[in-house]
């Protein structure tokens, strides 16, 4: 047999590139022979091999990335192997060049021929620990769960068909959970058994995320519970934390997840009396927000489309709403308790008000010490933010981040419908901070008190009742995969 060959160790591939040297072009599909080195570790050498012209082009597809004899596959990108039979072959995902929304794309090399199952099964293996084992000796454990109805109706195709194969290359081991009906994901959650979990999966929209994270604090053991990360592949309409945590497409939230990369991020208490306590991951809406997107529910077959189109009802209409509001500002000191309480953490700057006795006039008198009235009684956007995207297309709080410790108050009140489609046109990249007519307020907690029919009251998407609420901020408190 001749032809050109190269080497590859797999001892460790983490963090380093590998480098695949294919046979001059008239050689199709290189053999790939595993041996065991002295030290542990694993080399692959690459002979050619005369094949047909189909396998050629499938060749030539994979070579032309580089223009060059070598292939280069990115420790980054590499995420495990298949091995079937006495073949293996790798699985990568490189880096798409959008700057504003980097994306990743599944890829597959050629199959390479082995001297045997046991050595193409060797080699896949060590690949997977390497990539994205996180250098463990076990397959790391997913729990997934699966919300069919989100958005479109595709998240179980997506899943299955595009995550699943992903999860199987890098070896992870999963356990799959579809949910059957409004309210199953928190009852879910709280079943799980998070012990050595390195993610709980959530396939679907952020109502899904939203249910998750109740699910989340109603435990008992809420403290670990909230130290193993939530993950989101974007099968919804809105899919807030995976445009936040950089994971904009299912392909890239795969790759996230295979990786294991995850950061803390702020969550808020949701306060109505005498109700029993939420929390939110995003947003608490009230106004023109609400009424493009749950006034829009009838419209999910649309996808994403159908906020562009309630956005632009709401700016022709040109409606406001009676509110008011009172905030705690991100600039003074939070509360230096920091305890927890059995149903969450604490909330110690709520806690120095009486929430179901307090009813302060409009003076600034009657506020709490620290507390400042929202300057406004009418409003037609109003969202507190906690994170910079509301969705996959608008950073409607370019200035939120996910551990700052306080929520974005983004309003206004007298907006004209040019000034409404600026804000429109902008959202996509923040600037449409710079509207005239467009407030930014920073708060550590607040109190909101809708004054309006017409609309609706929402917290991450979801509708609670339209009557007095009051939020706090719990800083860095849960964690998310992100890219």
Known sequence: MSGSTGSLDLGSVENQDVFIQPVPLAWQNEALLARGQP????????????????????????????????????????IGAVAEGSSVQFWHCPQSRSIKKPTRMLKKTVCYQCESQEAAENAAARVRQSSSWSASSSPPE????????????????????????IFAAAGLSTVEHTTTHAGHAPVIVQQLQMHGLRAVVLVGGDGTVWEALQGYMARPDWKEAVQVPLAQIPAGSGNALAANANTWSPVTAAWAVCKGKHT???????????????????????????????????LRWLG?????????????????????????????????????????????????????????NDHASNLPEGWHWVPTDQVQMCVACNLPWLDLENNVAPHASFGSGAMDLVYTSELQRLQGLQV????????????????????????????????????????????????????????????
């Not at 060749?59 to 990115?74: D, F, G, N, Q, R």
């Not at 009676?322 to 604490?346: F, K, N, T, V, W």
């Open 264 to 298: 803390a991020f702020d969550v808020f208490s949701v306060v109505q009396p005498p109700a029993k306590r939420a929390f939110g991951f995003l947003s608490v809406a009230y106004g023109m927000i609400t009424n493009l997107d749950i006034g829009t529910e009838h």
């Open 304 to 360: 994403p489309l159908r906020f562009t189109y309630g956005a632009l009802q709401q700016i022709l209409l040109r409606k406001s709403w009676s509110i008011r509001m009172a905030y705690y500002p991100a600039e003074l000191p939070a509360p230096h308790y920091r305890g927890s309480q059995a149903d969450g953490p604490a909330t110690p700057i709520l806690d120095r008000i009486d929430r179901e006795a307090w009813t302060p």
């Open 424 to 483: 429109l046109l902008k959202a996509s990249d923040g600037t449409h901070l710079n509207v005239k007519g467009v407030k930014l307020l920073k708060m550590r907690a607040f109190m909101l008190e809708p004054r309006s029919s017409g609309t609706w009251l929402a917290v991450d998407g979801e509708a609670i009742p339209r009557e007095r609420v009051f939020i706090e901020v719990h800083p860095r408190l849960c964690r998310v995969i992100t890219a």
């Open 39 to 78: 030290d542990g570790g694993l080399s692959v050498s690459f002979q050619g091999q005369r094949q047909s012209a189909g396998l050629l082009t499938r060749l030539l597809e994979y070579c032309a990335v580089t223009h060059s004899p070598e292939v280069k596959i990115s420790g980054d990108d590499l």
């Open 142 to 165: 997913i729990a997934v769960i699966i919300n069919p109805h989100s958005g479109t109706g595709r998240a179980a195709d997506c899943y299955w068909n595009v995550v699943k194969p």
